[in-house]
Each structure stands twice: as structure tokens, then as C-alpha cells.
């Protein structure tokens, strides 16, 4: 048999049987159509928090209060709280060799008011440093000056969001805003920029770091950033912090370092179990698909049993027969899996344009869908379609009522 | 063109077994017209499909044009019914789903024909059947006349020497069972070998050889002048 007659014996079949080949059709469309939503989802997480945790840089380490790794060992029973980051810490770290700059972070809740508006504001105590190290800009007036870490000034900088909430329409730069039992004048406003490591830039108060611990009555850091001079430099800079930290502070190695790389390499690992597991359960839905293309494929064996015979009179071969058969259900799962995955890929591209979330099937999954489709199909197809092949002619064109 | 030795088919209903054929001996040269008759469960049917190479015998042998049947495997008997053999069946079985003209060429499909010489050959038999009108149509839109002849096209396709109809106008009136025959008679004056398995008498009786069968056996044959 020529395969374009074969193909054109199928693409009758499936129209002759038009609510088999739609119910099939809709199986497969689903499954594939489940693979590649899933696998979109977890992949367009996976980026989203790629690109959140590279917004951080490279050569950024976050140096947070407290040792956070668990050991083996039984705590020591000091009876000590960790120690605070203090300022003080924030300079010496800055003097390190491999660090380039240092930007101190105090942050907390506070009201902030202005011209009878009120709110609730997240207050970011830091320096200059903080606006080159976070890659971050103002869109009208200016950053933070450039200060001694432990100098306070009545000065900030506020985020979109807050600005339209305060000031509304009116002019905000060079106006004074109340924030808890202090005023500062609003010297710049952020640039749009959206969430990144769950801070809220448009959110944002930006104060000197010296005003927010006067404004929180803290000394304490919540956590210092550090660019070191390069990518070489991490590792140096990671033991030179470290050791800095420890002599500072009694002998206690009493921070936690994080870098990019570390927590980027986290959530690959989680982000990429959870997207295999997902991307199981969807073929799972395929293997469904199979089991139903078993079963239909079955009935449609013992309805055209008469066909069959006549085939085989005909001359056709057992394996001409099967692969009628097999083809129907391999031409079936083809249509299917790419209308899943075309609907799929519209229903991604649709998510982005309406969320801007990087949503996007990843090409493995897409190739991997629509074979597995087809593989599950042309495998749950042959057993019945071997059945048909094995028919015994005479057997199959007996009318019904006399067998 | 077709030689029986002792051709034995039985089959098993529950407990009973049913001899379908009982050691038939039979001799049938190119170019024949018999008939053959008897009744139900006479074993008329299980003579045709033995003889289509659709069913195979438990014992005794069987040539078609010289050549050994037995023990051929299914590949090799599909590809001698394809070659040697056109079928006509009481109840046409026609695909449905398929124009009439896509019917006429299904064996040539299955046979790996280039459709140029497909469309050549299925032209020739729909003129010559006065199908011309009807072949874009489906089976359900034709007439039992216009079906069967649509059959005997098929079965002509692929030019086969022999012609089992299994009885070919047995869903038919009389008017367009007579067309029918007049058909599958003119083809036979041609040299097509044909065998007609029917209930019918008056169609039994136009064949020059008609055999009788009874309980598996031909119990008399025309050209033996009586019993066998």
C-alpha cells in the first residue's frame, strides 16, 4: 500500500467516525494540553525567580544577623542572643580588600502622613551604596546623599506608589512627609520597577540608614549588603567577611552569607523537582488518553469487524490491517497533541500578555508531550488493532446475527 | 484452475461437530460457470470461502492455478486473493464511508497500484457497469442493483481469473438481480471462472454445471452426470 493512500484511509476513517475521533481527540488535546500548561507554570516561576535573584547581582552578598545553617551539633548553651550588625560592623566590612561597597539595611513598618494622607509605609534605612548595588534609579530628584553611615539627615526618597498615595497630582519633590514622630523632606522618587526579592520598590520610604534607627530606636542591622570587586572576589570575600565577623564579635561566627548563586541554585533544585513531578501527574493525563484510545480502539475493532473481513478478502495483509488501525489512533493522537498544544502555547501567551508573567513551556516538554501522545496512542492501539490483524476473514464478514 | 483432493473443514458448535466439508473432490477449469446449491448448512458457504482462500481446510489439499495452497501463511493467501480472486457478497459490504469510486479502487489500494493506473482501470469497469453518474456517491444514496454493481466492479479491479459470489442478488428484486446476472454471465463469456453459490433455483439453473451439496458433500454434479 502507498503511505499516501494509507494516510488517506485513516483521514476517512476519522471523519467516518466523527464522535470517536472528537472524543479521542479531546483526550489526547487534554493531556497534552495539561503537560504544557503545568510545565509553562513551573517554568515561568522558575524564571520569574531567576531573574529576581539576578537582579541582586552576581557579586552581591547578603550578610544576615544570626547563624541560620543548622549543623549537626547541639546548639551551645550560652544563653546569648546572636549579636546585632551594627554600623560599625557595616564599615569594617567595607574596608575588606575583595569588598567593594557596603549598603547597611534597617527596615520596618511606620505611619506616614502627608498634608492630612495617611499610610502605612515599609521604611528602608540604608546609604548610596544601596542605590548602585541594587541597580536602582530615581525618576525625579536625586538618591540619598552621600553621608557617614552613622549621620542621620531628614531626607528620602519614596516609591510611586507612595508618592501618588501621599501627594496625589501635586508636585511631591521638596515636600516635607511625616513619617512616625519625624519629618523628612522627599529629595527623589524611585524609578517603576515592580516587586524584586519581595520588596515593593513603588511601596518604598527610603531614608538614611542613621535616621532609621533613630525613627525604630534600634541599633541593630536587619542585614547588610556587599559588593565585592568581581566575580573572583566571592569566595575570598565570603571567608574575609567571615573572619571580620568573628573577631568582631567575640569569636562567634554569628552571621549567615547568602549569594546569588547559593539561593539561585536552592530554587533551581526545588523549582525543577516540582516541575518533573508536575510534568508526571500531566502524562499521567496522557496515559489515560492511551488507556481510552485502548478501549475505543477496541469497539471500533469488533463494529467494523465487517470492514475487516472484506479488507482481508480484498488482499489487504494482517499488517496492512494493523496499521489502518494503528495509524487512526497515531493520526489521531498527532491531531490532538497539537491542538493541545497550540491551544496550551495560546493560553501561555495569553497569560503573559494579561500578568507579564514569563510563562513559557519549555521545549523538552512541548517535543516530550507530543511524543509521548503519540507513543501512548500507536502502543494502546496495537493490541487491538493485532486483534483485528489476527481476524480470521471468514470469521469477520459473517454477518452479526449468525455468528 | 481449481483442484480439491479430500478437502475436509469441520467445526465445533458446543459438543456437536459439523462437518462443513467432508473430503470434497472437485475439478473446476478456467473459464467455468457453475452454480452451486443446496441447503442451509450444506456446506455451500464453507465450499466459497475454502475456495477464496478465506478459511482454510483441516485436511486435503487444495491447488489454485496449479499452485499449493496448503499451509501458506496468511500473508501469502492475501496476496493470492488479491492477485487471483474477486469476491461478491449477498449483502455487498460496501465501505460506507467511502464514494462508490473509492470502493471500486480499494483493492488496488490495498495492492499498491499508482493511482494513474487506478483511475485508468476503475474508469473502464464504471463505464462499463453504467455507473457513471453514480460514483461520487456514497453506498446509502445508491440503489441494491447499482450497490452489487458497484461490488462486481471491485471484485473485477484487479482482473482475477476466479469469481466466488456468495448470493449475489439475494437482496435484490428480480429486475435488478436479473441485471446482475446478465453482468457476472457477460463477464464469464469472457473467461472469467465463475462459481455462484445460491438458494435460488432459478439462477442455479442458468449455470452450464450446477453441484448440489448436501451435509459437507457434493451429492451431485452436472458435469458427472449425476450422483459424485
Redesign the interface.
Known amino acids: 500500500?502507498?503511505a499516501a493512500?494509507a494516510v488517506a484511509?485513516w483521514f476517512?476513517?476519522l471523519?467516518?467516525h466523527r464522535s470517536r475521533s472528537l472524543m479521542l481527540l479531546l483526550a489526547i488535546g487534554i493531556g497534552v494540553l495539561a503537560v504544557i500548561l503545568l510545565t509553562g507554570l513551573v517554568e515561568g516561576a522558575r524564571s520569574f525567580v531567576l531573574d529576581e535573584f539576578s537582579l541582586l547581582g552576581r557579586n552581591t552578598l547578603i550578610v544576615l544577623p544570626g547563624r541560620k545553617e543548622t549543623t549537626g551539633a547541639v546548639p551551645p548553651l550560652t544563653g546569648l542572643a546572636p549579636r546585632d550588625l551594627t554600623l560599625q560592623d557595616a564599615q569594617a566590612v567595607a574596608r575588606l580588600p575583595a569588598v567593594r561597597r557596603v549598603a547597611p539595611l534597617q527596615a520596618g513598618l511606620i505611619e506616614v502622613s502627608s498634608a492630612g494622607r495617611s499610610r502605612e509605609a515599609f521604611v528602608l534605612g540604608t546609604s548610596r551604596s544601596f542605590f548602585a548595588l541594587r541597580q536602582l534609579d530615581v525618576s525625579q530628584g536625586q538618591m540619598l546623599p552621600e553621608l557617614p553611615l552613622e549621620q542621620a539627615e531628614a531626607v528620602c526618597v519614596i516609591g510611586t506608589t507612595l508618592r501618588r498615595e501621599l501627594f496625589g497630582s501635586r508636585p511631591a519633590l521638596g515636600e516635607w512627609l511625616r513619617a512616625g514622630d519625624r519629618r523628612f523632606r522627599v529629595i527623589g522618587i524611585l524609578e517603576e520597577r515592580g516587586e524584586s526579592l519581595g520588596m515593593d520598590f513603588a511601596e518604598l520610604l527610603v531614608i538614611p540608614v542613621a535616621s532609621a534607627q533613630a525613627l525604630f530606636n534600634r541599633e541593630g542591622l536587619f542585614r547588610l549588603f556587599a559588593e565585592v570587586r568581581g566575580p573572583a572576589q566571592l569566595e575570598p570575600g565570603k571567608r574575609q567577611i567571615l573572619a571580620l565577623i568573628k573577631e568582631r564579635h567575640e569569636g562567634e561566627e554569628d552571621v549567615t552569607l547568602i549569594s546569588q548563586d547559593s539561593m539561585l541554585a536552592a530554587f533551581d533544585d526545588i523549582l525543577g523537582a516540582l516541575g518533573l513531578a508536575l510534568a508526571g501527574i500531566a502524562a499521567v493525563s496522557l496515559l489515560v488518553a492511551g488507556v481510552l484510545i485502548m478501549n475505543v480502539t477496541w469497539i471500533a475493532v469488533s463494529q467494523r469487524t465487517?470492514?475487516i473481513?472484506?479488507?482481508?478478502?480484498?488482499?489487504?495483509?494482517?499488517?496492512?490491517v494493523r496499521l489502518l488501525f494503528v495509524g487512526e489512533a497515531g493520526l489521531l493522537a498527532l491531531a490532538g497533541g497539537l491542538a493541545g498544544l497550540a491551544l496550551g502555547e495560546l493560553l501561555l501567551w495569553l497569560a503573559r500578555l494579561l500578568w507579564d508573567l514569563p510563562l513559557a513551556a519549555p521545549a523538552w516538554a512541548r517535543a516530550g508531550a507530543l511524543l509521548l501522545a503519540f507513543g501512548v496512542a500507536l502502543l494502546f492501539a496495537w493490541l487491538p488493532a493485532s486483534r483485528a490483524a489476527r481476524l480470521?476473514?471468514?470469521a469477520a464478514?459473517r454477518?452479526p446475527g449468525a455468528r | 484452475m481449481i483442484r480439491l483432493r479430500e478437502v475436509t473443514r469441520c467445526f465445533h458448535l458446543g459438543e456437536q461437530r459439523v462437518m462443513g466439508l467432508d473430503a470434497v473432490d472437485l475439478e473446476v477449469a478456467a473459464g467455468e460457470y457453475l452454480s452451486v446449491m443446496g441447503p442451509s448448512g450444506s456446506g455451500k458457504s464453507t465450499l466459497l470461502?475454502v475456495l477464496?482462500l478465506?478459511?482454510a481446510p483441516d485436511a486435503g489439499e487444495y491447488w489454485l492455478n496449479s499452485e499449493p495452497t496448503a499451509g501458506l501463511d496468511?500473508?501469502r493467501r492475501?496476496?493470492l486473493?488479491?492477485?487471483h480472486i474477486g469476491?461478491v457478497?449477498q449483502?455487498y459490504?460496501l465501505?460506507?464511508?467511502?464514494t462508490a469510486l473509492?470502493n471500486i479502487e480499494?483493492?488496488m489500494?490495498?495492492?499498491?497500484i499508482?493511482p494513474g493506473e487506478r483511475r485508468r482501470r476503475s474508469a473502464e469497469l464504471v463505464e462499463r457497469l453504467s455507473l457513471g453518474d453514480r460514483v461520487a456517491h456514497r453506498p446509502a444514496e445508491l440503489s441494491g442493483g447499482q450497490r452489487q454493481r458497484v461490488a462486481i466492479a471491485?471484485a473485477m479491479v484487479?482482473r482475477p481469473a476466479l469469481l466466488l459470489a456468495d448470493e449475489p442478488t439475494g437482496n435484490l428484486d428480480s429486475h435488478s438481480g436479473a441485471e446482475v446476472v446478465e453482468l457476472l454471465e457477460e463477464l464469464n463469456g469472457e473467461g472469467l471462472t465463475l462459481l455462484v453459490v445460491t438458494h435460488d433455483v432459478a439462477l442455479g439453473a442458468r449455470a452450464p454445471r450446477t453441484l448440489r451439496m448436501l451435509d459437507g458433500r457434493i451429492i451431485a454434479d452436472s458435469a458427472q452426470g449425476g450422483a459424485a
Open positions: 500500500m502507498r493512500d484511509l476517512g476513517a471523519r467516518g465487517g470492514e473481513g472484506l479488507l482481508k478478502a480484498l488482499g489487504a495483509t494482517p499488517a496492512q480470521e476473514p471468514v464478514l454477518p | 470461502n477464496g478465506l478459511d496468511e500473508v492475501a496476496a486473493r488479491s492477485r469476491f457478497f449483502s459490504h465501505i460506507p464511508r467511502l473509492e480499494l483493492p489500494l490495498l495492492a499498491g499508482e471491485r484487479m
